[in-house]
């Protein structure tokens, strides 16, 4: 298993270690879901000590979150940019591992269509129910 979390991550090496205990691989991975260089390496790092992909899961996220009459729009455009826009970088560099591993049995599909009226917390559900395995 790998794990890719920012490197100030607090938890990150209890995990890891969890993981040992139970018997199990686990590689430590830092970086930021907002860099498209850094989750690149990652994925090849993730292949060449462990194997081909098989699953991955977009659980970066913050809640950084004030009522809106006092939010500034920096702040906004953070939450927005780790919730969002992490989901979908973190998508690409696996979309054409996965394709290209499983050819024959399996697709990556990166849709980033949304419905025509999507919630404000629906986005990075919406749009990891679009870049799925078909």
Known sequence: MALFDLPSSTGLDDTVRAIAE???RALKLTGDV?????????????EDSLGALSLAVNSAGIANARPAEEMPLEQWKHVLD???TGVFVSCQPRAGRC?????????????VGFDRQP??????LQFVERASFI
């Open 22 to 24: 139970k018997g199990r």
């Open 34 to 46: 907002r860099d498209t260089d850094a989750l690149a390496a990652a994925v090849k790092k993730t």
């Open 82 to 84: 780790v919730n969002l």
């Open 99 to 111: 394709s290209r591993t499983d050819a024959g049995d399996r697709q990556y599909r990166l849709d």
């Open 119 to 124: 919630r404000s917390d629906s986005g990075p």
